[in-house]
């Protein structure tokens, strides 16, 4: 499967001032990459100039909101515009301003409610780097391997407010091919928010609020090189006391099942899913069991993501 960066799905266990960003479980976060054999005249013309424009926006809604508040439910949008800078054939840095906009603020919870003093509101920026070594992927027998570290500046009013000292997050990804249609694919992805230590929670003083770890294995089948439906499966944990030494998933413990399609069209990358993120804590999140509830109402996203970088 073809990746690329960014958020999704606010998580329905996340704590609560959790960033959209950072609760997301669809795998349309992983790092960016190519589709594996496309060379539209679009990609080719990118290819000839270092310099590329990104841009994105992740579009998401509930279930159970819709059924529960109606035309006041909020369908949320995470739009980001960049500029990326190929450094040579394998390191890559990118600057990245995110944009959030609410359709509805009436009814938006947690660290949502706190940012949205209306519609629109201006996010974090990001910095990153990024690094494609295609000859660690030759020796692991990989398809394609991607590594990159991003760094989220607080500069939203809400981080100014808790006086963070904004975000760190890495991510791993590496695909396989088992044939000339299917693929596994594998993303790990650990994370932080930093404190400072005159955040308004003095018991955390400048404790980390969070570490978060997030895995996902996928399968992807490519019908061509424009359509790929893939099947993949996130654990997604946040523990507050880490940094303590006490690893336990005591903010988040989720494992998202995810049913997508990927769409590649020269420099576009679209991507839709059903999310469905269920509660580990109660043996909720098998596909096999009685107590499964995979893909239930109440826990369901529908999600639409555009991405392009010229």
């Known amino acids: 499967m073809v990746l690329r960066s960014v958020v999704l799905v606010c998580s329905l266990f996340a704590a609560s001032l959790t960033y959209a960003q950072e609760s997301a479980t669809n795998i349309a976060e992983a790092p960016n990459l190519a589709p594996p054999?496309?060379?539209?005249?679009?990609?080719?013309?990118?290819?000839?100039?270092?310099?590329?424009?990104?841009?994105?926006?992740?579009?998401?809604?509930?279930?159970?909101?819709?059924?529960?508040?109606?035309?006041?439910?909020?369908?949320?949008?995470?739009?980001?515009?960049?500029?990326?800078?190929?450094?040579?054939?394998?390191?890559?840095?990118?600057?990245?301003?995110?944009?959030?906009?609410?359709?509805?603020?009436?009814?938006?919870?947690?660290?949502?409610?706190?940012?949205?003093?209306?519609?629109?509101?201006?996010?974090?920026?990001?910095?990153?780097?990024?690094?494609?070594?295609?000859?660690?992927?030759?020796?692991?027998?990989?398809?394609?391997?991607?590594?990159?570290?991003?760094?989220?500046?607080?500069?939203?009013?809400?981080?100014?407010?808790?006086?963070?000292?904004?975000?760190?997050?890495?991510?791993?990804?590496?695909?396989?091919?088992?044939?000339?249609?299917?693929?596994?694919?594998?993303?790990?992805?650990?994370?932080?928010?930093?404190?400072?230590?005159?955040?308004?929670?003095?018991?955390?003083?400048?404790?980390?609020?969070?570490?978060?770890?997030k895995a996902a294995p996928y399968l992807n089948y490519y019908i061509n090189d424009n359509i790929a439906p893939y099947y993949g499966y996130t654990f997604v944990g946040k523990s507050s006391e880490a940094q303590r030494g006490q690893w336990t998933p005591d903010m988040t413990n989720v494992g998202a099942h995810e049913a997508g399609l990927n769409l590649y069209y020269g420099a576009f990358y679209i991507n839709t899913a059903l999310i469905s993120e269920t509660d580990l804590n109660n043996g909720a999140g098998s596909l096999l069991t009685n107590d499964s509830r995979a893909f239930a109402y109440d826990n369901l996203s529908y999600n639409l993501n555009i991405y392009a970088t010229f």
Do not use: C
């Open 37 to 213: 054999t496309q060379t539209s005249a679009a990609n080719a013309s990118a290819a000839k100039s270092p310099w590329h424009l990104s841009l994105g926006t992740e579009n998401y809604t509930y279930e159970l909101d819709q059924r529960t508040y109606g035309s006041k439910a909020a369908t949320m949008s995470l739009n980001f515009v960049g500029g990326v800078y190929d450094i040579n054939s394998t390191w890559s840095a990118e600057l990245r301003q995110h944009f959030q906009f609410a359709s509805s603020t009436d009814n938006l919870g947690g660290r949502d409610r706190a940012l949205h003093r209306n519609n629109w509101e201006t996010s974090e920026t990001m910095i990153r780097a990024i690094a494609k070594p295609q000859w660690l992927a030759f020796e692991m027998g990989a398809k394609s391997m991607v590594f990159d570290v991003r760094y989220y500046a607080p500069n939203d009013h809400v981080a100014q407010d808790n006086k963070e000292l904004g975000r760190l997050r890495s991510d791993t990804f590496a695909e396989w091919f088992m044939g000339p249609k299917f693929s596994i694919a594998g993303w790990i992805s650990p994370r932080v928010q930093l404190n400072s230590s005159s955040n308004p929670n003095a018991n955390k003083g400048a404790d980390a609020e969070y570490y978060q770890l």
